[in-house]
């Protein structure tokens, strides 16, 4: 894993650091506060990195709050999609600042009920029966409703008649009394309660009103002591609604307080759920945890570990700008990461038969190969080598460019740990495709041989055929072909047709024990990741990402 970062420093961490400080709250209390209505995406990784973060640095707690009071959008398995996400991204380094079993916004249902009286009763509320198109409009507008002189106890008689079901949905609201001509739409009496009669995932039919975003989620804070409430800057236009709720219900201090920044994009992707649950139901993708996907689920699959997203996540900072950032950030810091703790080994994606006729036939030798030239202490294992081995089809050429110095017919090539080979025959089949090379080896040229420093230009890897594995690998590529597939139009329509291609790859037998949780490099290819898919027959390999940055090169043309 990843070094950790040191100590991030950003306006908000100056925030509670400056209120721990001054001993404004006994601990600071921060959330994570998902709506459970699709799986979590880097950008969520963000935010809990940010959460979690804080709680971790100044001795605090992070509660996980499901967002759940939407009723007809939530569903359980969504709820457990993303407890398994914030536990691979924290464990082992925040999980002791968890505040505890996930919370559920829904069980203060009767609270927010309470307090929505107690609004009423300050005559701080009213209960409107405006259609919500009027609503909307004449909140444009700044026009108030004919309701809103109603008296509070008519008001508390409708609400109270809103809640045991007596009225359609639509038909009426609670509504805060606030300035109908504030500057700020939202707080031109906003929406408190809607009449819904949907059931919901944790309440059943108990509830046919349901509270509105700013409600619920300022109580919700409330009631659960957060000291920073971190969210990002399209909500900055909220803020004075939250603290219009604090101090219209007279809630004792401390209260929380909102502080926005600067959600994630990502170049080549979209990261909004409505349009990855779009990819997904259209099957555009392999579901949620396709490897393609910049869903946490997606970015594990893919072979990304907790400490890399972490490292992203510190390394793009917190700000109060919107930007974009580069996917080429994404991928550095996991070459970044693989380079140094990746276990190097050979495996030909594509493979050419090589038949050596002057080496004797059932000899196998055993060659000595490092497994991690960043890192002494990975030692070194055996490769086999035998008269028959696979190499890469794209490392032999019948007529190459000029500067090819891989294998052409007559010419040679150093393989990597072992000998100098000459290709002396190139065997064909009925349709003219090459199928398999005759070479000759120069015996005394592997290490410590007589001829071991003789220079070729080119070093080339390959497999033992006699020893090796079949697998299936992965080979992904960006999911978009536009940097901004959103701001570009349709985003479907950008999806690069190229991002995703399978082969049957020969690997080296040392492979046979590899491990889930141990990442790879096969040499000249990438850094590569069990999937689960693999069986006790079969391998299935994604590569998480390749060895060098194949897009800038594509930027500059
Ligand atoms: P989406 O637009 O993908 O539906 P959302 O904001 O509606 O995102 P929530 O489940 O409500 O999703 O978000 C939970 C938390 O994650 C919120 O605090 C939100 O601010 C944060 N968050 C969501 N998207 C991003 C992002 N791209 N970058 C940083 N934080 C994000
Ligand atoms: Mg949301």
Known sequence: ????????????RDIVAEDVRTGKYEQ??????????????????????????????????????MDDTNPTKEEAEYVQSIMTDVHWLIDSWADKQVGGAPLYASDYFDRFYEYAVDLIRKGKAYVDDTSREDTDEYRRLGKASSFRERSVDESLNLFARMKTGEFPDGTRTLRAKIDMNAANVWLRDPVLYRIRHASHHRTGDKWCIYPMYDWAHTLSDYIEGITHSI?????????PLYDWILEALELPKPRPRQYEFARLNLTYSVISKRKLIQLVNEKLVNGWDDPRMVTISGLRRRGVTPGGLRTFAYNIGITKYPSVTDMALLEHTMRDEFNRTATRRLVVLRPIKVVLTNYPEGKTEELDAINNPEDPNAGTRKIPFGREFYIEREDFMETPPPKFF??????????????IIKCDEVVKDEGGNVIELRCTVDLDSKSGGPTAGRKVKGTIHWVSAAHSIDAEIRLYDRLFTVPEPDASGDFKSFINPDSLEVVNAKCEPALADARLEERYQFERHGYFALDLDSTSEKQVWNRTVTLRDTWAKEAKK
């Open 1 to 12: 894993m990843t070094a950790e970062t040191p100590t991030p420093s950003d306006f908000i």
């Open 231 to 239: 969210c990002t800057l399209e909500f900055e236009v909220h803020r």
């Open 28 to 65: 600071s209390r921060t959330r994570f506060p998902p709506e459970p209505n699709g799986y979590l995406h880097i950008g969520h990784a963000k935010s809990i990195c940010l959460n979690f973060g804080i709680a971790r640095e100044f001795g605090g707690i992070c509660n996980i709050r």
């Open 406 to 419: 891989r294998l052409r017919p007559g010419g040679e090539v150093r393989l990597k740990y072992a000998y």
